[in-house]
């Protein structure tokens, strides 16, 4: 009779790497799944509500300007997904896509640049304003509250110095305009923007579902110093989280400069509180190792249905904010409910 080899039990450290790598326990994807389901119940019974207080909101035209108005908050809440789930936070986003609009209106207006490298330049910019983000963050040891503050503040000064304090309009450059307000199905007004969000929506969603860098997002959300002993460059790959977020900014950016059809050098504060509210209503983990691009989408709607529905039934502006507010409050209460639970 042989004795069985004895087996060496896992270290802590490799058997948290591997749960995240799974994808976490299945009671952990339930409740996840069970999260969108509520948002999507959520947004289901906003939109009955407005119906029925307003005769003008279930409209062709009027759903698509939810969407129209969702596009810019959604692409921002799609890279704040990312960095929400490794555990971090950006401030930064709201003010950077500003200054990304101002760099635009400089390399279109100012600089001349054909349209296809002014684009691409602001995309880049906005890249490069996530990988000042990550390099503070993981190299310098910065918290993420303070660094993203900092550069928030940074990019709201810059937008202003490099604008002159004033607006560059793209006059000169239709086709600019056309990247968000071209209509693009004949006899309704389905601008292009909003299936450039579509396509966004499908890229970061395969970038976190089915790449290395979403793998070790949720790995590092959920045990960073495990996921670092696993031999896993945590600081490299925070570094390119944070960057794949500006890229987003960037496209915001764009688009929102599209849409006026100008480059407002201020403005910007709040938007990274709807973003971040789009993502934790969609279920993502303020604590980090949960979320999904799916839930994030649907918050965004949520956000950009309330604001549309209260401007119908004639809501004042500082109810609405009062109202945005609470919806925060709210969103973030229930994340630390569930952390509880789970």
């Keep these: 009779m042989t004795t069985p080899a004895p087996t060496t039990p896992k270290s802590p450290s490799t058997t948290a790497f591997a749960a995240a ?37 279930f409209t062709a035209n009027n759903l698509i300007s939810i969407l129209t108005a969702a596009t810019v908050t959604g692409i921002l809440a799609l890279g ?3 960095v929400i789930i490794t555990g971090g936070i950006d401030l ?36 490069l304003i996530g990988f000042v983000n990550g390099t503070n963050i993981s190299v310098l040891g910065i918290p ?13 000064g810059l937008s202003l110095v490099i604008s002159g304090t004033k607006p560059i309009y793209f006059n000169d450059t239709p086709a600019f305009q056309a990247i968000m307000n071209l209509s693009i199905i004949p006899g309704m007004r389905f601008p292009l923007g909003v299936l450039i969000f579509i396509v966004m929506i499908v890229v970061a ?3 976190l579902s089915k790449t290395i860098l979403g793998r070790y997002a949720f790995s590092i959300g959920s045990n960073e110093a495990a996921t670092a002993l696993s031999g896993v460059n945590v600081r490299r790959w925070k570094i390119s989280i944070y960057t ?10 764009v688009l929102s400069a599209s849409r006026l059809s100008s480059a ?20 993502t983990s303020l604590q980090g190792g949960k979320g999904s691009i799916v839930g994030t989408v649907i918050g965004a709607l949520i956000m950009a249905v309330l604001t549309n529905g209260l401007r119908i039934i004639s809501v004042p502006q500082e109810w609405q904010s009062v109202a945005v507010g609470i919806v925060i409050l709210v969103a973030v209460y229930l994340d630390m409910l569930r952390r509880r639970r789970a």
Aim: some cysteine; charged content about 5%.
């Design 205 to 207: 969603g395969l970038i």
């Design 21 to 57: 790598q799974t994808g976490g326990p299945r009671l952990a994807r339930v409740r996840g799944s069970l999260q969108q389901l509520l948002a999507a119940a959520s947004l289901i019974v906003i939109v009955a509500f407005f119906s029925i207080a307003s005769p003008h909101f």
């Design 264 to 283: 407002q050098p201020t403005g910007g504060l709040g938007l990274e509180l709807e973003a971040i509210a789009a993502v934790v209503i969609g279920g």
């Design 80 to 82: 704040t997904t990312f």
């Design 244 to 253: 794949l977020a500006g890229l987003f900014v960037g496209i915001a950016g």
């Design 144 to 156: 993420p509250f303070i660094a993203t503050l900092g550069m928030m503040l940074i990019a709201s």
């Design 92 to 127: 930064s986003i709201g003010t950077g896509m500003i200054l990304c609009g101002v760099m635009a209106g400089v390399f279109l207006t100012y600089w001349g640049w054909p349209l296809w490298a002014g684009v691409l330049a602001t995309v880049l910019f906005g890249g």
